[in-house]
Nanobody, 114 residues
Framework: VQLQASGGGLVQSGGSLRLSCVASGNIARVYVMGWYREAPGKQRELVALIDNSGRTTYAESVKGRFTVSGDNTKNTVFLQMNNLKPEDTADYYC?????????WGQGTLVTVSS
């Protein structure tokens, strides 16, 4: 499975960005896709996940501000990020899990200026 992420950029505090991730290759019927992020000097952390049934999981720090969604027909997952804060600045990584196998896309940088 290959994951191609896009949509990062520079935005002012309070602004919005939308990340996209397209999966290609051997896509399973049962999977979990979503986003992690890694800020400078910090460990990679969960941001939001969605499974093939549409169930979602969010980090507490982004609840109410970020929305993860998916388009199964296009093997794409989105992350709508609203009311961005400087602490959201990080490399955002697309992730997919199929059973015990995990896949990562390249990071897309999100920078939020104060």
């Amino acid at each position: 499975v290959q994951l191609q992420a896009s949509g990062g950029g520079l935005v002012q505090s309070g602004g919005s960005l939308r990340l996209s991730c397209v999966a290609s290759g051997n896509i399973a019927r049962v999977y979990v896709m979503g986003w992690y992020r890694e800020a400078p000097g910090k460990q990679r952390e969960l941001v939001a996940l969605i499974d093939n049934s549409g169930r979602t999981t969010y980090a507490e720090s982004v609840k109410g501000r970020f929305t993860v969604s998916g388009d199964n027909t296009k093997n794409t997952v989105f992350l709508q990020m609203n009311n961005l804060k400087p602490e959201d600045t990080a490399d955002y990584y697309c992730h997919e899990a199929q059973g015990v196998m995990t896949f990562w896309g390249q990071g897309t940088l999100v920078t939020v200026s104060s």
